[in-house]
Structures are given as C-alpha cells and as structure tokens.
C-alpha cells in the first residue's frame, strides 16, 4: 500500500493529474462565462494541457492566466471568426432545409460548410497555443491541416462537440451528466486532443522554449 500511495507511483501521478484537469475545468468555465472570452480561454486550456508531462509544466492557475491574457486579443478575434461563419453556415442550413422545392437541397451545402468550420476551429485555438502566426496564417493553416489529417480531425470535433450535440439529441441525458461537464469535461477533452495532435504539429515544432512560427 505504500508504493501505492508514493509520490511517484503511477497512482498518484494519475490522481495528480486528475486534479489539474478538475482545477482547469474550473477556470475554463469560469473564463468562458462573458462568451467573447471563448477564444482565449480556448487557446489558454491548449496551452497549459500541451504543456503537462514536459519540462514546461508549472502550476496549472498561473500558466492558465498568463496563456489567457498573452492570447486575448488574437483569440478573440478568432473567436469571432468562427463564430461568425459557424453560425451564418448554421442558420442557412436551416433556411434551405425548410424551404420548399429543389432549393430546399442547397443545405446540404450549408451543411458542409458547417462541418467545415468545426473541422477548422479544432485546429485554430491549438495552434495558437503553439505557434506564433497572425491570423489569416492561423486560419490558413488550420484549414490545411483539418483537412491533411482529416480522420484526427474528426476525433477531435467529436471530442469537442459531443456536449453539445448531446444536449440538442437528448437533453435529459445531457442534463444527468451535468455534473461531468461542470467537474472535468473540456478539459479532459483538451488533454485528449492534445495526444491526437502532438503528431500533427510535431514535424514545425523547432523546440519548446518559445512559440514558433509554421509553415
């Protein structure tokens, strides 16, 4: 029982870990409440996630506020984007859905354009966390890259989205599993994708010291 409980056992490490994602949940939650704020929290929860199990790790409050305030203006710009584009994508699907005649089937070009945009926004606020671009190289090349890795990319929007399509399918369900995402969710989706997409940014990573620029 007591290699169990040891510091370093691999036990400890998971519940240590468990807590960090448990604090940051909380203060992503709390960071996304004014909505505009969405990008930078976005790109602050990559930041600190990317950085667990490295030599950058530190205390999981100070690296969350130093990531949100260093990326604030930039993420919310691209917040906004996205915002922008998913919901005009998602308000003509709905449109030429209920339209009648042959145009009614316009939506499903709306429709993929909608996917599009989740593909992409996948990419936008991890690479922000990583890399130091403006935004049109940002947007540029989460595209290429939500579509080069397109089975990754899927992951990482079911990850992302699953709340939320949860909620418009079964909502009963998504509100008793209200406690999971209010405790650990976004951010142990985050640690998730960040697994999925180490591979994908590894090859323009020139070192871990500063954020660098790609392609």
Same mark, same amino acid.
């Given at each position: 029982m007591q290699g169990l409980f040891s510091p370093d056992s691999k036990f400890m490490r998971a519940m240590s870990r468990i807590g960090d994602l448990l604090l940051l949940n909380v203060l992503y939650l709390l960071t996304c409440v004014p909505v505009f704020t969405i990008g930078a929290a976005n790109t602050a929860l990559y930041t600190v996630c990317f950085r667990f199990g490295t030599d950058r790790e530190e205390g999981v409050i100070r690296s969350y506020f130093r990531a949100f305030r260093d990326n604030f203006k930039q993420g919310t710009v691209l917040w906004l984007i996205v915002l922008l584009c998913g919901a005009t994508a998602c308000l003509n699907t709905?449109? &030429?859905?209920?339209?009648?005649?042959?145009?009614? #089937?316009? /939506?499903?070009?709306?429709?993929?354009? &909608?996917?599009?945009?989740?593909?992409?926004?996948? #990419?936008? /606020?991890p690479l922000l966390s990583q890399f130091n671009n403006d935004n049109k190289s940002t947007l540029r090349n989460a595209l290429i890259l939500s579509i080069g890795y397109l089975p990754r990319s899927v992951l990482v929007t079911a990850l992302n989205v699953f709340p939320f399509a949860l909620m418009l399918l079964d909502f009963y369900s998504f509100l008793q599993a209200g406690f999971f995402w209010v405790a650990l969710y976004f951010a142990a989706a985050a640690y998730g994708n960040t697994f999925l997409l180490r591979k994908v940014f590894a090859p323009y990573l020139k070192g871990e010291e500063n954020k660098e620029e790609i392609l």
């Open positions: 709905y449109v &030429f859905y209920v339209m009648p005649g042959a145009i009614r #089937y316009a /939506f499903v070009v709306c429709a993929i354009l &909608f996917l599009l945009v989740l593909l992409i926004a996948g #990419y936008i /606020f």
